[in-house]
């Protein structure tokens, strides 16, 4: 069995992306499946080419991508992919669609294809704050995840796929003011390799 977990650049000003920081940190082996990192450039084109690069070397059975949602309180586990790129900021290559769909014949959403409930029922056991979510956004992370349950549908239907958005860390939350949710990156690490082994237990 291997994974595919992927994380992103920073964007939006930002010195560190939470993801990447998390996802460099897992080890290389989890509960004998083999771990792949990845990280993706925060930009439409480029990040679909190098996660679509990623798929097609590795074929990983699962794939866990894991971007950034600034201001959310936990982890967020994504149900749903949309077919809309609709950018508030451009993008790291300066790039902002607006109302113009990932994949013009393309159905208008994909639900993830991991076990997010049971993710978030092991993630809360574990004294990790977390929640599904039904809304990636309508910037790279939701790009990507649409991508990437696309490519699964048409070319690895028996693989499975997913979304984890993390919080900021403490110190970005600190910096942006009180009421601002962040958490300790140390935590972040443990729950994504719990993340990471919820993903993959449930065929083994
Ligand atoms: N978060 C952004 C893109 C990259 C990231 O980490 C998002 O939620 O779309």
Request: net charge negative; glycine share 10%; proline share 7%.
């Amino acid at each position: 069995m291997n994974i595919l977990v992927t994380g992103f650049e920073p964007f939006g000003g930002e010195a560190v992306n939470p993801s990447w920081e998390a996802v460099r940190r897992l080890p290389a082996h989890i509960d004998g499946a083999d771990i792949i990192t990845v990280q993706l450039p925060t930009a439409f084109q480029r990040g679909e080419q190098v996660l679509l690069r990623a798929l097609e070397r590795c074929r990983p059975e699962r794939v866990l991508c894991v971007g950034l949602a600034g201001g959310r309180k936990g982890f967020t586990l994504e149900r749903v992919g949309i077919n809309l790129r609709d950018a508030r900021i451009p993008d790291n290559d300066g790039a902002q669609p607006e109302d113009q769909p990932v994949r013009p014949d393309g159905p208008a959403a994909y639900f993830a294809t991991l076990p997010v409930k049971e993710m978030v029922q092991g993630l809360n056991r574990a004294g990790i704050p977390a929640a599904a979510s039904y809304t990636a956004g309508t910037y790279v992370c939701n790009d990507i995840l649409y991508a990437l349950l696309d490519w699964q549908a048409r070319e690895m239907p028996e693989s499975r796929g997913g979304f984890l958005h993390l919080p900021y860390t403490l110190e970005q939350a600190a910096e942006k003011g009180e009421d601002v949710p962040g958490m300790a990156l140390e935590e972040m690490v443990r729950g994504l390799s719990l993340a990471v082994r919820l993903a993959v237990g449930e065929s083994v």
